[in-house]
């Protein structure tokens, strides 16, 4: 909700055209247009936050007032991303850590074929000298750094984990890492991009 001064403003500051206001027709006539279209909606809502004199801090700052939790922050989601490096890194990622340190499981012809997610491929890859220890340290640093991006607002975060294929280590490491998340409390979703490839 924001009063027609304020809209007028908006439109002129973005250089945008109102969807409701081409051609012919002025902008305060599709900004009415649009009021009516919305008026049954309108009438429904249980809150109306007139934002005519807010920035966009103060919008969020007033959402999160009303509709976050008791902490008054939202909830950070952190998507977790597996992919092999021979397929490109993924261009939307906050963090990024290459797995290619550990012992690679495609070079074992019985696991070959398999995944992370087979419990074979998982127990070769965890078992391997030095798994367990950048696991711990991994946990204990995202158990720092979680918190800190939800209190600056961030309400989510894309984290890569790469190894050569996508399908072996990456996989059973970030299964793992995500469990421990979980178990932690935050909302942890996983996407293994390659392993069908």
Known sequence: EANDQALVRRFSETR??????????????GI???REALAAVRNLADRIID????????????????????????PLV???????????VPYNLDLLFDLRFLPNP??????KPLTGEDALVSRYVLDAP?????????????????????????????IGF??????????AVVQAMAERLRHAGHEVNVKHRDVGV
């Open 51 to 74: 934002t005519s004199d807010y920035t966009v801090h103060d919008l969020r700052q007033a959402i999160q007032l009303h509709y976050a939790d008791s902490s008054g922050l939202r």
């Open 32 to 34: 009415r247009q649009e």
């Open 16 to 29: 945008r055209p109102h969807p409701l206001a081409r051609g012919e027709t002025p902008l305060l006539d």
């Open 106 to 111: 495609h070079f074992v012809p019985d696991l």
């Open 78 to 88: 952190t998507t977790i991303v597996t992919f092999g490096y021979k397929y490109g």
């Open 130 to 158: 030095g798994s367990e220890e950048f696991l711990s340290r991994l946990q204990d640093f995202l158990a720092y750094l979680l918190p800190r991006y939800r209190s600056e607002g961030k309400s989510y975060l894309v």
């Open 162 to 171: 790469g190894c050569t294929g996508g399908r072996h280590r990456s996989v």
